[in-house]
Nanobody, 114 residues
Framework: QVQLVESGGGLVQPGGSLRLSCEAS????????MGWYRQAPGKQRELVAT???????NYANSVKGRFTISRDNAKNTVYLEMNSLKPDDTAVYYC????????WGQGTQVTISS
């Protein structure tokens, strides 16, 4: 049974930082491209960042230079370091694992507000 469990969301002020974590089980983690997506109220789910099995990264233009995705294959965990957070970053953030099919976590809420 595949499980992706996100953690690290919360409420922070604009300009603040958060680190999201996603621990995977039930898959051979190192074989999967991992990613973070987000969905704001009334909007479609959108790509935030992905990291390949070789460590290559890809970011949405809106988060380039502020967010960093990384992975620790020994811990079956992918991270999203988020800095200089803006109110527009407010969303539910979802972890994704992809090889031929998509697997999703349950999501973690990130709220940026003063």
């Amino acid at each position: 049974q595949v499980q992706l469990v996100e953690s690290g969301g919360g409420l922070v002020q604009p300009g603040g930082s958060l680190r999201l974590s996603c621990e995977a089980s039930g898959i051979i983690f190192s074989f999967y491209r991992m990613g973070w997506y987000r969905q704001a109220p009334g909007k479609q789910r959108e790509l935030v960042a992905t990291i390949t099995i070789g460590g290559s990264t890809n970011y949405a233009n809106s988060v380039k230079g502020r967010f960093t995705i990384s992975r620790d294959n020994a811990k079956n965990t992918v991270y999203l370091e988020m800095n200089s957070l803006k109110p527009d970053d407010t969303a539910v953030y979802y972890c994704n694992a992809f090889i031929a099919n998509d697997y999703w976590g349950q999501g973690t809420q990130v709220t940026i507000s003063s």
